[in-house]
């Protein structure tokens, strides 16, 4: 069965302080996707990015960051010179092939950037 | 392009009534996915829809059920409410299978008192 852990619950920061969020799965099938989205006050969920199973390199847009490692079973998430409006809840899910559009969601990450 | 629109935003709704939410997808996007947010459960998948048809379905009881139309437009229906079913729905559409990107709309407010 597919499962998605995110051990932080919440994470404080400090203003251009550098941030990671960690995101471990569980799954049996050898094709799934990894997704990171975030969730701003408002509630409506935002996609960020799409990571299949078979592409391990690590991606890098702007001051966001992804590194996925099949070995460990994570997909982390890093944010570089953290700005108040990246104050969030951020959820890593992921999606098994046989099973379309059934993403399992981790519990999220809230995270507070402090001016 | 017009993004995902959820009504209605906000309801209340009565223990025992039932209630029907409507979900519109963006222009061309063939599937419909619903979720479920609650703070002891977090985000949890209802189901999937389609070509009017229910592809994938999550582990909720029978009270959740739901339709697609032709235009893709899809509603969600929650009959004999509980008050454990107050939650954010939130429904993503897609353009088709093996796990598109899915675009999130607002999300409808359920209070069941």
């Known amino acids: 069965a597919q499962k998605v852990t995110q051990a932080q619950t919440e994470i404080s920061v400090v203003e251009k302080e550098d941030v990671t969020l960690d995101c471990v799965y569980e799954t049996r099938d050898t094709t799934y996707y990894l997704f990171w989205y975030k969730q701003p006050p408002s509630g409506e969920l935002v996609f960020l990015i799409r990571r299949n199973s078979f592409d391990e390199q690590n991606e890098i847009s702007g001051r966001y960051s992804w590194n996925f490692q099949k070995s460990t079973s994570s997909f982390n998430f890093t944010i570089t010179a953290s700005q108040v409006v990246d104050s969030a809840v951020y959820f890593c899910?992921?999606?098994?092939?046989?099973?379309?559009?059934?993403?399992?969601f981790g519990a999220g990450t809230r995270l507070t950037v402090k001016p | 392009k017009a993004g995902v629109t959820q009504t209605p935003r906000y309801l209340i709704k009565t223990r025992g009534q039932q209630v029907t939410l409507s979900c519109s997808p963006i222009s061309g996007h063939r599937s419909v996915s619903w979720y479920q947010q609650t703070p002891g459960q977090g985000l949890q998948f209802l189901f999937e829809y389609f070509s009017e048809t229910q592809r994938n379905k999550g582990n909720f009881p029978g009270r959740f059920s739901g339709r697609q139309f032709s235009n893709s437009r899809s509603e969600m229906n929650v009959s004999t409410l509980e008050l454990g079913d107050s939650a954010l729905y939130l429904c993503?559409?897609?353009?088709?299978?093996?796990?598109?990107?899915?675009?999130f709309g607002p999300g409808t407010r359920l209070t069941v008192l």
């Open positions: 993503a559409s897609s353009q088709e299978g093996e796990a598109d990107e899915q675009f």
């Open positions: 899910a992921l999606s098994e092939a046989y099973n379309n559009n059934d993403m399992r």
